[in-house]
């Protein structure tokens, strides 16, 4: 007999939206990714690439170009003409000004991280200088016709290499004249035809411009003269962005069949000190356009209208195998869009602009392990609940017993009431949520039902009282001792009541007492960011897994880890489960075998056995196929705490 | 009305003929060496000036006539392009008594064929109260009327729509060589040695009308099946 009857879970139709625009900013080893939904995601790269920020999208919202500036500050500019800053600490946009140009193409900041350049759709190029806490404009180049596609500082700050429709030219920005006009020729070869946008420029610190237009070359110029310095055909269409690298000896592009190629400064002998730029390397990691690229130092990102992200690492500037030498694919976001109404047997799905509620299909016969049960109920659709408004949806939670829906958009909180009897549904809203919740970024019911908890700014989680027939009100705020000022993003909930624990920005726990509303303790600080937390229902152990693969888990009662922990720490981690590159999103118990632990992530699903011994480095992590081969015996003597399943299709295929 | 010079002298001079009539005689037989004299008496002379008069004060007199008619040609058609630029009875009634019939769907404004500003301006003021939020264009109106939304008509959602039509056009339009992924496999199993057939080759939105039609008529049977049996 097997040990659990598995749901295949096929309708859950999330659609990510595609990558418009990334910016890397090398300082704080962070990617910024913008969506055309709106929405923006940060990547720490030094976290093992964990997507540690999220703010969701806006309907009218279109990202055109970001950039980080002196201080990590976030900026935004888009198609409704609008530059907007980000707050990180708040996940949300900390205000806008309006370029009053139009809808506003590129944007790029000076090499001191101080001035920001615009390039609007009238054809002028603005400079705002960015000020402690807000941006103010400063002043405007000489406008051209034709729209300012894109644009690149030359790394000296003096002068701005803008590409329109065409055209190349060359601005210095003291003066705000055009130094230098180029053209940028239509075609190769053959009869005319449509005009050539130049998608992308970049400025070298020699004074070549790279520009790569809409009809498939990338081109390298010299801006003192206005030559043609060499050009290169990459493709029959569109070649939609380039990024140089900091030390200026490689170039990455992107074009609009999903191919993305790399150029290096060879030199033209060996030994000799000439150096052209040479195609080097093709790869086709996407299946539609590339329209967002960024090089870093050991890899080249880029994005695509796929909704994939992915990261190639460079074998040459890469040591030995580990985190960085991987290929990574982000195309799901790392955050829980699913919650289960355990005891109702419920699903709730969570879309950007709606949630879909199901409950799960039945099967009334058994069989042995692997088999597959025919179902008796097919799983129902049971609700689809539409958000009002121009925001997407941030985070959304169903209570245990399925009576309870929350979720909350960027400014608002809404909580409905769902009353399911026999066969049909029924939903009220409640009216009066408490006004001071005006956004929460991560939502909880209570085990019992009775409560909601609402993570919010400044590491605060707001505790609010569900009354039976159909309103709440708020009844504590717990805030950490340490005043931190970042948002809560992870919370976790014991089966009893208790106890609250909450995992903030700046990857700090913190457990609360529930019962006196007030911190219990905190745990120690890690140097990585958490992934993932749970409380286990009987031995109130919280379990924290971290995005370096590290699994932890604390005793609260006691206030320090637990032998087992400590005998995980001291024995460390199998090889094969440090190198996984995706994030551990989530973490359940078994009710009938409490020393299990469910974890998984975007590929796989492992139930980790506290009683059974830990595997070393030499015997293999997947051990489940073949240990499936042997006796009973022999699977007693090879088995190891780690139960791995790569069966499953996650949400990725 | 403007009399030659000659012919005022020359009545003048019929006027003032009797006193010296030797005198012009004389004078006019000198001329008679160079010119036909001229043989006008006073009477027809009086007649001919009454008549150039009063044909002079009829010509103005008409004239004054067809510029008071011009004029009243014009109030008229101004007259009458003020009337049609309200509009008909009919849907100014139907639009106050609207709200009350459907109360939920509007923030709209009602444009008509040839005088879209003038109307939208109009109307604005009496459906501005009723806001539908999230809602999108809303067909109210059978008819040639359409309902549009302001806030997607003003100046920074039109630059942002030709912003992106711009990127569109230039990413997806012609002159790109892009097709549906549907085209692209329907293409690629008709060449394929093993011919098969194309990708999505029933599209459901076929015939959606005829498709309407047997159904509301199998209702209406169903129904006449009903009453004749009970």
């Known amino acids: 007999m097997g040990e659990f009857q598995v749901h295949r879970v096929r309708f859950f139709a999330y659609v990510p939206a595609g990558i418009r625009c990334v910016a890397h900013s090398p300082r704080s080893a962070r990617l910024a990714l913008a969506r055309t939904d709106g929405a923006l995601e940060v990547y720490n790269f030094a976290a093992n690439y964990f997507q540690e920020k999220g703010i969701p999208g806006h309907e009218t919202r279109s990202t055109e170009a970001l950039c980080w500036t002196a201080g990590d500050r976030l900026f935004g500019a888009g198609l409704g003409g609008d530059i907007s800053e980000y707050d990180l600490e708040k996940l949300r946009v900390k205000y806008s000004l309006d370029g009053f140009g139009g809808p506003i193409w590129s944007m790029a900041a000076d090499p001191s991280g101080t001035q920001l350049a615009v390039g609007c759709e009238d054809g002028s190029v603005k400079l705002f200088q960015v000020l402690p806490d807000k941006i103010q404009f400063e002043r405007s180049l000489d406008r051209q016709k034709g729209r300012v596609m894109s644009l690149s500082w030359h790394p000296s700050g003096t002068r701005i290499a803008v590409g329109s429709i065409d055209l190349l030219r060359v601005f210095d920005v003291k003066s705000g004249h055009a130094i230098q006009r180029i053209l940028v020729d239509r075609r190769l070869q053959g009869l005319y035809s449509r005009e050539c946008v130049v998608w992308s420029v970049a400025f070298l610190s020699n004074g070549t411009i790279v520009s790569s237009d809409s009809v498939g070359k990338v081109q390298f110029w010299d801006s003192e003269k206005g030559t043609l310095l060499e050009t290169h055909p990459v493709s029959s269409s569109a070649v939609l962005c380039l990024a140089v690298s900091e030390e200026e000896d490689s170039i990455v592009v992107g074009t609009s069949e999903g191919a993305v190629y790399q150029f290096q400064l060879l030199p033209v002998k060996w030994g000799s000190a000439e150096s052209k730029w040479v195609r080097t390397k093709p790869f086709q990691h996407h299946t539609h356009d590339v329209r967002a690229v960024a090089h870093s130092a050991t890899a080249l990102i880029s994005g695509g209208l796929d909704a994939q992200l992915v990261i190639r690492p460079l074998m040459e500037k890469v040591h030995g195998k580990g985190y960085d030498a991987a290929l990574r694919k982000f195309t799901f976001p790392h955050r829980r869009l699913v919650s289960c109404a355990k005891k109702a047997g419920l699903l709730l799905f969570q879309f950007p602009q709606h949630l879909e509620l199901w409950r799960l299909g039945a099967t009334n016969s058994a069989g042995k392990d692997g088999d597959i049960l025919p179902v008796s109920r097919a799983p129902e659709h049971l609700l689809q609940l539409k958000s009002k408004g121009p925001e997407h949806i941030c985070c959304s939670c169903i209570s245990l017993c399925g009576s309870w829906i929350a979720y909350s958009t960027a400014s608002r909180l809404h909580l409905h009431r769902v009353h399911l009897e026999n066969g049909s549904v029924s939903v009220k809203r409640v009216s009066k949520v408490p006004k001071l919740l005006c956004s929460a970024h991560q939502l909880l019911c209570s085990a019992d039902s009775t409560s909601l908890f609402v993570a919010s700014d400044q590491g605060a989680v707001h505790v609010l009282k569900l009354l039976e027939p159909g309103g709440c009100g708020h009844l504590q705020t717990l805030r950490p001792n340490s005043g931190s000022t970042e948002a809560v993003y992870l919370l976790a909930a014991s089966a009893d009541g208790d106890w609250l624990a909450a995992a903030g920005g700046d990857w700090e726990i913190n457990v609360y007492s529930l019962r006196h509303f007030k911190p219990h303790c905190t745990v120690p600080a890690y140097n990585c960011a958490v992934t993932a937390l749970a409380i286990h229902p009987v031995t109130n152990n919280l379990v924290i897994t971290h995005s370096d693969q590290q699994v932890f888990e604390f005793s609260i009662p006691d206030r320090e880890y637990t032998t087992w922990s400590r005998k995980v720490q001291q024995h460390g981690l199998h090889k094969g489960w440090l190198e996984r590159d995706m994030p551990i999103t989530h973490i359940a118990f078994n009710p009938k075998q409490p020393t299990h632990i469910l974890l998984h992530d975007t590929h796989m699903f492992c139930i980790l056995d506290k009683s059974l011994p830990l595997p070393d480095d030499a015997t293999p992590l997947m051990n489940q196929t073949s240990l499936k081969q042997l006796s009973e015996k022999a699977r007693r003597g090879h088995a190891h705490a780690f139960k791995i399943c790569k069966k499953y299709q996650g949400l990725g295929q | ?230």
């Not at chain 2, 509009?87 to 923030?107: F, H, R, Y």
């Open chain 2, 1 to 230: 009305m403007a009399m030659t010079r000659r012919r005022r002298a020359m009545l003048e001079k019929d006027v003032t003929a009797p006193e010296p009539p030797v005198g012009a005689a004389a004078s006019s037989e000198d001329e008679e060496e160079d010119e036909a004299p001229e043989e006008v008496t006073f009477e027809r002379a009086r007649a001919a000036a009454e008549t150039e008069r009063r044909r002079a004060g009829e010509t103005a007199r008409r004239d004054k006539e067809l510029l008071k008619e011009k004029r009243r040609r014009r109030e008229e058609l101004f007259k009458e392009q003020k009337k049609r630029k309200l509009l008909p009875e009919n849907v100014l009634e139907e639009l106050t008594s609207g709200p009350q019939i459907n109360n939920n769907n509007l923030s709209d404004t009602t444009k008509q064929g040839e005088n879209q500003d003038e109307s939208e301006n109009k109307n604005e003021g009496c459906n501005r109260g009723q806001d539908h939020e999230g809602g999108k264009q809303v067909v109210r109106l059978k008819g040639s009327y359409m309902a549009v939304r302001l806030k997607d008509h003003d100046l920074t959602s039109q630059h942002q729509k030709m912003a992106k039509d711009f990127v569109q056009s230039h990413l997806y339009g012609p002159g790109t060589n892009r097709t549906t992924a549907n085209q692209f496999f329907s293409f690629a199993n008709k060449k394929s040695p093993v011919k098969k057939a194309a990708v999505q080759f029933v599209n459901k939105s076929w015939g959606t009308e005829k498709k309407q039609k047997a159904k509301q008529f199998k209702k209406r049977w169903m129904s006449k099946k009903m009453v004749s049996s009970v």
